[in-house]
């Protein structure tokens, strides 16, 4: 059986304290035009459609706060760098929808 990858879930309330204490990359999966109804600020984006494309542009020494609308494209992101051996990775809990923004 496979062991389960277990991701830090970063609250709503917190995000901004996490990624500044950690200068983390705020990574949105987001769709572009989800993107473009608005985003947290200095956030990259690298659609989930995409990301297996471009994940090597990312430094997995870096921490990284993996945001989407609700949540769960995010997790499943989170999920995947850090298998791929990201070394700090966490998942926006409820999304852009817990900040009020979705």
């Known amino acids: 059986m496979e062991d ?3 991701v830090e ?3 709503a309330a917190s995000w901004e304290q996490w990624a500044a204490q950690r200068d ?5 999966v987001r769709e ?3 993107w473009a109804l608005g ?3 200095g956030a990259r984006l ?3 459609s995409t990301i297996a494309d471009e994940w090597q542009d990312l430094d997995p020494a870096r921490p990284h ?3 989407c609308r609700s949540g769960n494209r995010s997790d499943t992101v ?3 760098l850090q298998a791929a051996g990201f070394e700090q990775v966490a998942n926006l809990a409820g999304g852009m929808v817990a900040l009020g923004l979705a």
């Open 4 to 6: 389960q990858i277990i």
């Open 9 to 11: 879930q970063v609250p």
């Open 24 to 28: 983390a990359v705020i990574l949105d």
């Open 32 to 34: 572009p035009i989800e």
């Open 39 to 41: 985003t947290l600020p």
């Open 46 to 48: 690298m659609a989930m």
């Open 65 to 67: 706060l993996v945001v």
């Open 78 to 80: 989170a999920k995947a």
